[in-house]
């Protein structure tokens, strides 16, 4: 037996399993976020790990061309900066690559033809030649570089304005708002009907709403489409909006009809006596004690027609004004799949707004799954 004020040991490896279950899925998402803010150069050169750390790499510069040095006295000199951005930290520089770290910032290197070059640490270099210099190609400079941690805003905004990301994020909302409501009201309706309502056939209809949940709905998609374009749909917002409702109903009814049977039938009964309708005691008692498994069932929703590109493919058009999120994530990686920056943007936008709707509903999730499964005697 277990002690009173004790645990035993299978619920602290419950409590472990969980414990590294989330950190599987909170590490690669806060990765994904750090690497959505960093530039091309620092994802291809470090992890995101390293993003609040000084990094240190390689790189090879081209000076300017030696036509634009500009005479100082008796030489001629040329000057710039090897960042790009301005800001970094050399470590040490060479003009060779055999000796691509042979001298310290500051100190000055001599050129087989005669120039001398000077790199200091925060960038500036200065070559400077003895006679005037020409041609239209610049020395080749090796430099060791630290650069601080940096973090942009650009890659969000080319994402969302000039990859239209903002556009299918829109288009995205429009198709998955109503998708997630309908099938809500018309399975909420359905669900109160086989649960409290006495009819003919009522475990007939359960087990048919049973045995679709095991249907694959690819086996829908081209009879439903020949129906849509039969009776005038075609494709649009409409036809997948229907699509997604039909497709949906089977596992909302099952949750809902399985909830609202648990619910305390002394209510029901008590509303029924003093004369209520079953529309007053659907609106006014069953959706308000229901709420739990309508807010399950929308993060499912919601979810599974947020992610979905299949459907989406089948029953929208492939206009701007159609494409969905996860559409346009399949176009960037074809015709950005090396700009990792761009990528990483794109997938936290579409991952930002369905886990703002799981972080807000999900206390109701483990009830509303969890209800019909027990009840009092």
Do not use: C
């Amino acid at each position: 037996m277990e002690m009173a004020g004790t645990k035993s040991r299978l619920t602290w490896a419950v409590n472990l399993a969980v414990g590294f279950l989330v950190l599987l899925w909170i590490i690669p998402t806060f990765g994904l976020l750090v690497s959505s803010f960093r530039d091309r150069d620092a994802i291809s050169t470090s992890g995101w790990w390293t993003a609040l750390s000084a990094s240190e790499q390689n790189v090879i510069v081209r000076a300017d061309a030696p036509d634009n040095a500009r005479p100082d006295g008796a030489v001629w000199v040329l000057t710039g900066n090897v960042f790009d951005s301005g800001s970094g930290n050399v470590t040490a520089f060479g003009i060779t690559s055999r000796e691509p770290e042979a001298f310290a910032p500051g100190e000055v290197a001599t050129h087989a033809r005669g120039h001398q070059i000077t790199v200091e640490a925060n960038g500036d270099y200065r070559i400077t030649y003895p006679e005037e210099p020409s041609g239209n190609r610049g020395q080749r400079l090796f430099v060791r570089a630290e650069s601080p941690p940096s973090f942009t805003l650009d890659n969000y905004r080319e994402v969302m304005f000039a990859e239209g990301m903002g556009k299918a994020l829109l288009n995205t909302l429009t198709v998955t708002i109503p998708a997630t409501i309908i099938p809500i009201l018309v399975a909420a309706f359905a669900a109160y009907a086989l649960a409290w309502m006495e009819m003919p056939g009522r475990a007939l209809l359960i087990a048919a709403i049973v045995g679709l949940l095991v249907v694959p709905l690819q086996v829908a998609f081209i009879p439903l489409l020949k129906l849509h374009n039969n009776i005038g749909i075609g494709k649009g917002y409409l036809g997948i909006w229907l699509a997604h409702t039909g497709f949906g109903l089977p596992l909302a009814v099952f949750l809902l009809r399985n909830y609202m049977a648990g619910l305390p039938g002394e209510i029901i009964e008590s509303a029924r006596v003093d004369g209520a309708s079953d529309f007053a005691i659907f609106r006014k008692i069953i959706l308000p004690l229901s709420f739990p498994a309508l807010a399950s069932f929308a993060i499912f929703q919601f979810l599974w027609v947020w992610n979905d590109l299949l459907v989406a493919k089948v029953f929208l058009g492939t206009g701007e004004d159609q494409v969905v999120m996860t559409g346009r994530i399949v176009d960037l990686l074809g015709s950005r799949g090396g700009d990792w920056e761009i990528l990483a943007a794109s997938a936290f936008v579409s991952i930002a707004v369905p886990i703002a709707v799981f972080f807000s509903l999900q206390r109701y999730l483990v009830r509303g799954l969890l209800a019909g499964s027990v009840k009092g005697g």
